[in-house]
């Protein structure tokens, strides 16, 4: 287009596109050399930057820095600030074209077109805007900001030297109708800060006699193991999934401080599996089932039908399709015509089903109603400030070696239990994830093959010729990859 003659329809309609990819074009074109070229050379410093960004950066500590709190304080700001910035570009490109020389009808084509394109380039920045500030919300809801700020070698070393963080992954049945917390699923996830390896150790909610460190107020209260008296009806509430309901319904045990559960059930995992457990997460079910949900469901093998309900009225049928966050959860929690040991199996199925299938790109898709669900899906004491921290670890594991060892019959006898010997197991179960080269993950798909070594003792019936070798029995207490039985 020639400065010096009248432009056309398409001129300034192409002119002011090109201006929204390249800032600055539309100026040159109409003679603002000094503004274009401005435009232009920040323009490009900008995109130098990211690419040298993106090229030296690791991602997990990008990550990381990004979900700090003045991380997403920034993003908010920043995006919101571009966004209008772009806006005002694009129409100011188009005001610089002279439009006002075009036909009525062409003035009124361009103005559209140009509108169209000033609020399109804004969008994009004001989403980023709108999710860094909805995620800062539901960050902030769900994790706990400490009463003084974490010391500077903690900052510099949030491991404090150590190499691996062990956290306490709960699963509890709280809702509306049922005072107190359940803990129905109990899991320490033992991870390895420098490679990401982890070790999923599950412990059957129906652990008797469950121990606490000596010296505790539980210990004292109970030094020969949580053992209570029987129940109406031949009930019994001292199994470990009772220890967090009965720490909280006895504040005078701690000296009449309150709400103790959490802490409570922290040292008798941790003194049972001989580990210092860093942190705890309790995940409510139904909110963990707002969250499958969330994504859309996922997809999961159920090997047999699966009964539940107060009447038997509901049904998982056996196959392998999308289940959505209700019957995900009562294939899980299910115990009709079931035991526990089969339930922390399946438990862990769907577990290892959303750690796949929760890919960023699903997550960003649904991202507002996956921040809503996560508000109400977890009570952690995991300092804010570990976020930043804990997101890299947490980008590690998803690419890492992820193995299980359950404490079930017949590897266990949860009636009286060997602590020797599950402490003997733990330290074996981390140090061959150490020493142990990767396995092969099995994915769900007909495809995958996998040898199902179910939680609870089975016996498998099989067809022997004479002569021929059998197959050696499995090692209970050999780590499992977590999908591991899982079709």
Same mark, same amino acid.
């Given at each position: 287009?020639? #400065?010096?003659?009248?432009?056309?329809?398409?001129?300034?309609?192409?002119?002011?596109?090109?201006?929204?990819?390249?800032?600055?074009?539309?100026?040159?074109?109409?003679?603002?050399?000094?503004?274009?070229?401005?435009?232009?050379?920040?323009?490009?410093?900008?995109?130098?930057?990211?690419?040298?960004?993106?090229?030296?950066?690791?991602?997990?500590?990008?990550?990381?820095?990004?979900?700090?709190?003045?991380?997403?304080? !920034?993003?908010?700001?920043? #995006?919101?600030?571009?966004?209008?910035?772009?806006?005002?570009?694009?129409?100011?490109?188009?005001?610089?074209?002279?439009?006002?020389?075009?036909?009525?009808?062409?003035?009124?084509?361009?103005?559209?077109?140009?509108?169209?394109?000033?609020?399109?380039?804004?969008?994009?920045?004001?989403?980023?805007?709108?999710?860094?500030?909805?995620?800062?919300?539901?960050?902030?809801?769900?994790?706990?900001?400490?009463?003084?700020?974490?010391?500077?070698?903690?900052?510099?070393?949030?491991?404090?030297?150590?190499?691996?963080?062990?956290?306490?992954?709960?699963?509890?049945?709280?809702?509306?109708?049922?005072?107190?917390?359940?803990?129905?699923? !109990?899991?320490?996830?033992?991870?390895? /800060?420098?490679?990401?390896?982890?070790?999923?150790?599950?412990?059957?909610?129906?652990?008797?006699?469950?121990?606490?460190?000596?010296?505790?107020?539980?210990?004292?209260?109970?030094?020969?193991?949580?053992?209570?008296?029987?129940?109406?009806?031949?009930?019994?509430?001292?199994?470990?999934?009772?220890?967090?309901?009965?720490?909280?319904?006895?504040?005078?045990?701690?000296?009449?401080?309150?709400?103790?559960?959490?802490?409570?059930?922290?040292?008798? /995992?941790?003194?049972?599996?001989?580990?210092?457990?860093?942190?705890?997460?309790?995940?409510?079910?139904?909110?963990?089932?707002?969250?499958?949900?969330?994504?859309?469901?996922?997809?999961?093998?159920?090997?047999?039908?699966?009964?539940?309900?107060?009447?038997?009225?509901?049904?998982?049928?056996?196959?392998?399709?999308?289940?959505?966050?209700?019957?995900?959860?009562?294939?899980?929690?299910?115990?009709?015509?079931?035991?526990?040991?089969?339930?922390?199996?399946?438990?862990?199925?769907?577990?290892?089903?959303?750690?796949?299938?929760?890919?960023?790109?699903?997550?960003?898709?649904?991202?507002?109603?996956?921040?809503?669900?996560?508000?109400?899906?977890?009570?952690?004491?995991?300092?804010?400030?570990?976020?930043?921290?804990?997101?890299?670890?947490?980008?590690?594991?998803?690419?890492?070696?992820?193995?299980?060892?359950?404490?079930?019959?017949?590897? !266990?006898?949860?009636?009286?239990?060997?602590?020797?010997?599950?402490?003997?197991?733990?330290?074996?179960?981390?140090?061959?994830?150490?020493?142990?080269?990767?396995?092969?993950?099995?994915?769900?798909?007909?495809?995958?093959?996998?040898?199902?070594?179910?939680?609870?003792?089975?016996?498998?019936?099989?067809?022997?010729?004479?002569?021929?070798?059998?197959?050696?029995?499995?090692?209970?207490?050999?780590?499992?990859? !977590?999908?591991?039985?899982?079709?």
């Amino acid at each position: 287009m020639d #400065s010096s003659q009248p432009p056309s329809v398409g001129a300034v309609i192409g002119w002011t596109a090109l201006s929204a990819v390249a800032p600055g074009a539309a100026h040159l074109r109409a003679g603002w050399r000094r503004t274009g070229l401005t435009l232009l050379s920040i323009h490009t410093a900008a995109l130098l930057a990211l690419l040298w960004i993106g090229l030296t950066s690791d991602l997990g500590d990008l990550a990381g820095r990004l979900v700090a709190s003045s991380g997403l304080t !920034i993003l908010t700001v920043v #995006s919101l600030m571009l966004g209008v910035a772009w806006f005002t570009l694009v129409v100011h490109s188009f005001t610089v074209l002279g439009p006002g020389t075009l036909p009525r009808a062409g003035q009124t084509v361009a103005g559209i077109v140009a509108g169209v394109l000033a609020v399109a380039v804004l969008l994009p920045f004001g989403l980023v805007g709108q999710y860094a500030a909805v995620s800062q919300t539901a960050l902030d809801n769900v994790f706990v900001a400490p009463p003084t700020p974490l010391p500077t070698e903690r900052r510099q070393d949030p491991w404090a030297g150590r190499s691996r963080v062990n956290i306490l992954l709960l699963g509890g049945d709280a809702d509306d109708h049922r005072p107190g917390i359940r803990t129905d699923s !109990i899991n320490v996830a033992s991870i390895d /800060v420098r490679t990401g390896n982890t070790v999923l150790l599950s412990l059957p909610r129906n652990l008797e006699n469950v121990r606490f460190t000596p010296g505790t107020p539980m210990a004292e209260r109970f030094p020969d193991g949580f053992r209570l008296p029987v129940g109406p009806g031949g009930g019994r509430d001292d199994l470990l999934f009772g220890v967090w309901e009965y720490a909280d319904a006895h504040p005078e045990i701690f000296g009449g401080r309150k709400g103790q559960g959490a802490h409570a059930l922290i040292d008798a /995992v941790g003194y049972t599996l001989g580990l210092e457990i860093d942190w705890y997460a309790l995940v409510n079910m139904w909110g963990f089932a707002r969250l499958i949900d969330a994504i859309g469901g996922v997809t999961i093998t159920v090997p047999e039908d699966v009964v539940f309900g107060k009447y038997n009225e509901g049904l998982v049928r056996a196959g392998t399709r999308r289940l959505g966050g209700a019957d995900a959860m009562w294939f899980a929690r299910s115990r009709t015509n079931s035991d526990d040991y089969t339930r922390m199996r399946r438990q862990r199925c769907v577990l290892g089903a959303l750690l796949a299938q929760a890919d960023p790109a699903t997550v960003l898709s649904r991202f507002n109603r996956v921040a809503l669900a996560t508000k109400e899906l977890i009570r952690t004491d995991i300092p804010r400030p570990m976020l930043e921290h804990l997101v890299p670890l947490a980008l590690k594991v998803k690419n890492a070696r992820v193995t299980s060892v359950q404490f079930v019959p017949p590897l !266990i006898n949860t009636g009286y239990p060997d602590w020797t010997k599950i402490r003997a197991i733990t330290v074996k179960a981390i140090r061959d994830s150490v020493v142990t080269p990767p396995l092969v993950a099995a994915t769900p798909g007909p495809s995958a093959t996998v040898a199902a070594i179910p939680s609870a003792t089975v016996t498998a019936r099989a067809e022997v010729k004479p002569g021929q070798p059998t197959a050696k029995p499995a090692d209970p207490a050999k780590p499992k990859g !977590i999908t591991e039985g899982c079709g």
